[in-house]
């Protein structure tokens, strides 16, 4: 079973900055891709920016240019720094890890991003 301990989260007003942190249970080398989902209330959870299984980096056409996924290696640990941040970002973001081998995805509990002023 694969932890996930996501922070960050926050109350933010439109055109400020948050980072959010995900950080997993197992070694690097377990992970086959990571990301950053986000749902907004009444609406489907949607892929915001991730690290796919070939080395790829993606991100939702909304974001960007205004959000930067990272990641430390070392730490299993990856993380969303949200610039220009406006209302329609405001939705509970959950990190999701899937691991090599393992057909189960993984799910962070969740954390609030509310943008508003």
């Known amino acids: 079973q694969v932890q996930l301990v996501e922070s960050g989260g926050g109350l933010v007003q439109p055109g400020g900055s948050l980072r959010l942190s995900c950080a997993a249970s197992i070694t690097p080398d377990s992970i086959k891709a990571m990301a950053w989902y986000r749902q907004a209330p009444g609406k489907q959870r949607e892929l915001v920016a991730g690290?796919?299984?070939?080395?790829?980096?993606v991100y939702a056409e909304s974001v960007k240019g205004r959000f930067t996924l990272s990641r430390d290696n070392a730490k299993s640990t990856m993380f969303l720094q949200m610039n220009s941040l406006k209302a329609d970002d405001t939705a509970v973001y959950y990190c999701?890890?899937?691991?090599?081998?393992?057909?189960?995805?993984?799910w962070g509990q969740g954390t609030q991003v509310t943008v508003s002023s």
């Open positions: 999701n890890v899937d691991q090599w081998g393992v057909l189960e995805t993984y």
């Open positions: 690290f796919s299984s070939y080395g790829r980096t």
